[in-house]
T-cell receptor
């Protein structure tokens, strides 16, 4: 099993450019998440999707949009990148709906630099 | 609001020493879960353990052990006889149920360096 796959692994953007981070999971999980990791701040939730067809804002949604394309795929879009969005982005999934408290499975991360 | 505090930003020890990583949490929920994740230098997040709020038994897995104390809202992680491969950033996290999903609230992380 591949688990959670994120693409790309690295990306450099110029301020104002747009891009989409892709995420796919093959574990038939209902819920998917996007987190960002910044030094000294742990991981913070950007957006999540409890199930196919639903998306909701997390703790730090400004500057981002998401699409739950189907049960497998959950993409994160930066419409106009800013230097403050330089971070490591993690996609995660969990089989919630089969029990609160299940572990989240994380992708390998995308290291994004906005110059 | 939920909060997780890992007061130790960085810890450095010599191989074979025991080391404890502290985690203190805040929540108003009566049912919750606590997690530890490891992030090695390669960058991925590796799940280590999950503990629910009703189970205060300590857990041991090889050289790893966890001490959950509800009275002090702490969920500390001890590595016995540390090894260089234990060098990583360790995150403690608290679950929060949201709109049919589960948010993880992470601590700031503790960077552990094991020196040979």
């Amino acid at each position: 099993n591949a688990g959670v796959t994120q693409t790309p692994k690295f990306q450099v953007l110029k301020t104002g450019q747009s891009m989409t981070l892709q995420c796919a999971q093959d574990m038939n999980h209902n819920s998917m998440y996007w987190y960002r990791q910044d030094p000294g701040m742990g991981l913070r939730l950007i957006y999540y999707s409890a199930s196919e067809g639903t998306t909701d804002k997390g703790e730090v949604p400004n500057g981002y949009n998401v699409s739950r394309l189907n049960k497998r795929e959950f993409s994160l879009r930066l419409e106009s990148a800013a230097p403050s969005q330089t971070s490591v982005y993690f996609c995660a999934s969990s089989p919630i709906g089969q029990g609160f408290g299940t572990e989240a499975f994380f992708g390998q991360g995308t290291r994004l630099t906005v110059v | 609001a939920q909060k997780v505090t890992q007061a130790q930003t960085e810890i450095s020890v010599v191989e074979k020493e025991d080391v404890t990583l502290d985690c203190v949490y805040e929540t108003r929920d009566t049912t919750y879960y606590l997690f530890w994740y490891k992030q090695p230098p390669s960058g991925e997040l590796v799940f280590l353990i999950r503990r629910n709020s009703f189970d205060e038994q300590n857990e041991i897995s090889g050289r790893y052990s966890w001490n959950f104390q509800k009275s002090t809202s702490s969920f500390n992680f001890t590595i016995t006889a540390s090894q260089v491969v234990d060098s990583a950033v360790y995150f403690c996290a608290l679950s929060e149920q949201i709109q049919g999903a589960q948010k993880l609230v992470f601590g700031q992380g503790t960077r552990l360096t094991i020196n040979p």
